[in-house]
């Protein structure tokens, strides 16, 4: 009798001081905002919803119910001075609910959109929840909220009354930054650098965690290097090394690859160093840059076969040219004997099954003329070769000037693609051999 008589003091009295107190300043925090559309779910107890439906202040109100708290929408209507707009769901029916949220926010693109999770069954709340912050990757202004309380009367079985208060929620995944953690991940192993430096750097602000930074600064070192700017690259592998060897990153977790990431920084260093002398005698450089290219076109021989040709030919050619300056030689000015210009005329009568008259003086090295020049010279890369081989590749090294992002229209057959890769990668792992040097082009773990 008790609880029903304090029932009857808090309608009657109560909840109509605490509707006029919400009306003119309700408790909302951590500061009110200004919503244009609220959905709410409605349990047995709409008291809370009222507050809510006030507190965000929307001009138009959804609410989810289910059949057993139908009866209520009247009360709120009247409480709220305000029609809403009723959308019917089964209490466990958290697929629907999702659904109907996902409707309603799409119908209203571009207005500030609340949703209210304080009412109903523990699975409408959590629906509510989980859509809610899901849909704020793609609504960035939508925003969760819940009506809490300091303290509850258990007798009314309701909050003690001036004790709600509105509370707008940030979302665990911004706060805590792990779902950002997540795609950035992958998209680091999609080989989209440049998205994943975009996503630890919005960590880096959301969650003040230096970590982060770290992993931007890898990436970004990726995203240059893997675009060829090779300057950059080292800038960012020298901001990444410097991050490393601080006494608050030394528990990274790429700490654990500072050596490796030191011997990539080198290896940039070493294509710089290669890019501003112009020379191709010093293997350092000559090995990374090859690698990187080597690297590329493996990345790209299943989705893009002209450009990844491209990337092989060029790391084939890089490693001709160093073998060429090793003997004192340049593509561009060989400076043949006449012993030699011979000996190339007849390779490449043999190679190309054309008579010999029809070969022209070599003037400059062609991937086809390097290759029988160093033969001639005793390299020991290319003694590794039969002629049999050598014929059976000049067609695909004839190609290169008539592919079609070169001087031609020709498009890499998937035959010819492999058969250069391998060429390219045997002459690139006797000069790695030679010189005691293996590059490491891959991307380090994350984790």
């Known amino acids: 009798m008790e609880g029903a008589r304090a029932q009857q003091i808090y309608a009657q009295t109560v909840w109509p001081l605490l509707l006029d107190l919400w009306r003119q300043e309700p408790q909302v925090y951590p500061l009110r905002e200004t919503f244009e559309v609220s959905i709410h779910t409605l349990g047995t107890s709409p008291e809370a919803t009222v507050l809510a439906a006030l507190g965000l202040g929307a001009p138009e109100v959804y609410v989810l119910h289910t059949p057993d708290s139908k009866r209520y929408l009247g009360q709120l209507e009247q409480d709220l001075r305000r029609q809403v707009y009723p ?5 466990s029916d958290i697929t629907r609910l ?24 523990k699975a409408m709340s959590a629906g509510m929840a989980a859509a809610g912050y899901f849909l704020q990757r793609v609504h960035p202004e939508l925003r969760v909220a819940y009506v809490d309380n300091d303290a509850f009367d258990p007798v009314l079985r309701k909050p003690v009354a001036g004790t709600e208060k509105l509370i707008l929620l940030r979302n665990p ?13 992958e998209f680091y192993g999609a080989r989209e650098f440049g998205k994943a430096a975009d996503r ?3 960590l880096r602000r959301k969650t003040g965690q230096g970590k982060f930074e770290v992993f931007a ?23 990444l090394f410097n991050f490393l060897t601080q006494d608050a ?43 990187t290219l080597l690297q590329l076109g493996d990345e790209r021989r299943e989705r893009q076969p ?23 030689r340049s593509d561009d000015d060989p400076n043949l004997s006449p012993e030699e210009q011979a000996y190339l005329r007849q390779a490449l009568s043999d190679w190309l099954g054309k008579p010999l008259e029809q070969i022209r003086p070599v003037q400059k090295l062609g991937l086809l003329e390097s290759i029988a020049l160093l033969r001639h010279l005793g390299d020991p890369a290319l003694g590794q070769f039969a002629e049999a081989d050598l014929r059976g590749y000049q067609g695909m090294l004839q190609s290169r000037n008539k592919s079609l992002l070169i001087h031609g229209l020709e498009v890499s057959k ?34």
């Open 87 to 91: 959308l019917e769901i089964d209490k």
């Open 306 to 328: 002209v450009s990844a040709a491209l990337y092989y030919y060029r790391a084939l050619e890089l490693v001709l040219q160093h073998r060429l300056a090793v003997q004192g």
């Open 249 to 291: 990153y030394r528990s990274h977790p790429l700490a654990r690859y500072a050596q490796r990431l030191k011997e990539q920084k080198e290896g940039l260093e070493a294509i710089l160093a290669l890019l501003k002398s112009q020379g191709f005698v010093e293997p350092k450089g000559i090995l990374w840059l090859a690698a």
């Open 200 to 202: 630890y750097q919005a």
């Open 98 to 121: 999702y659904q109907a949220v996902g409707e309603q926010v799409r119908k209203h693109p571009g207005k500030k959109i609340a949703l209210d999770l304080t009412s109903g069954t």
């Open 414 to 447: 998937k035959g010819d693609l492999e058969r250069l890769q391998q060429f390219g990668r045997k002459l690139y792992q006797k000069t790695r051999e030679e010189v005691k040097l293996t590059p490491f082009v891959e991307p380090v773990s994350l984790q």
């Open 217 to 239: 600064a890898l990436c970004e070192m990726y995203q240059r290097w893997y675009a060829l700017d090779f300057e950059g690259a080292s800038s960012n592998a020298q901001r």
């Open 173 to 185: 995944h911004e706060v805590l930054g792990d779902l950002d953690e997540h795609l950035a991940q």
